[in-house]
């Protein structure tokens, strides 16, 4: 198994046992853990503690430094849709917009029929267009499905 996966699940552990969904560690503690360097805890934390994957990440340098990941609740499916929106952003890559639809279907937020369909209107195929335009169609299209499913 790699080192950045192993990270991912201590740190989804960790987030299981919090009361409320919280936790803080510091980047030098995981480091020292994993015996990696701290650009390692880093990579995880911004790949797979995003806010598309449902997770607000404030991160705090220095000694005293921390990390803060919180996993987002909320009550319903269009809140969840909606948070995942607003985290979309001006212009997405066709690889991101398929990371954030595929987390929409694992987390149940979307059926495999409109995930598959989503993902396919927004490859670079389907969008020919040249860069970046073809980023900021792709952000505005996605948004938009995401809002009519929501």
């Given at each position: 198994?790699?080192?950045?996966?192993?990270?991912?699940?201590?740190?989804?552990?960790?987030?299981?046992?919090?009361?409320?969904?919280?936790?803080?560690?510091?980047?030098?503690?995981?480091?020292?853990?994993?015996?990696?360097?701290?650009?390692?805890?880093?990579?995880?934390?911004?790949?797979?503690?995003?806010?598309?994957?449902?997770?607000?990440?404030?991160?705090?340098?220095?000694?005293?430094?921390?990390?803060?990941?919180?996993?987002?609740?909320?009550?319903?499916?269009?809140?969840?849709?909606?948070?995942v929106i607003n985290s979309v952003g001006g212009?997405?890559?066709?690889?991101?917009?398929?990371?954030?639809?595929?987390?929409?279907?694992?987390?149940?937020?979307?059926?495999?029929?409109?995930?598959?369909?989503?993902?396919?209107?927004?490859?670079?195929?389907?969008?020919?267009?040249?860069?970046?335009?073809?980023?900021?169609?792709?952000?505005?299209?996605?948004?938009n499905m995401l809002v009519s499913i929501a």
């Amino acid at each position: 198994m790699k080192l950045s996966n192993i990270i991912e699940d201590f740190i989804n552990d960790m987030l299981r046992e919090a009361e409320q969904g919280e936790i803080e560690v510091k980047r030098k503690d995981l480091a020292d853990k994993f015996s990696c360097v701290p650009s390692q805890i880093n990579y995880v934390i911004s790949t797979r503690f995003s806010p598309e994957r449902g997770y607000l990440v404030e991160s705090r340098r220095g000694g005293g430094g921390y990390i803060r990941i919180t996993r987002v609740a909320y009550d319903d499916k269009g809140a969840k849709l909606m948070h995942v929106i607003n985290s979309v952003g001006g212009s997405i890559s066709a690889g991101s917009a398929a990371a954030i639809v595929k987390n929409c279907f694992d987390y149940d937020l979307i059926s495999k029929r409109e995930a598959k369909i989503i993902i396919s209107a927004l490859t670079e195929k389907a969008l020919p267009l040249k860069q970046p335009e073809q980023d900021r169609v792709r952000a505005a299209l996605l948004k938009n499905m995401l809002v009519s499913i929501a």
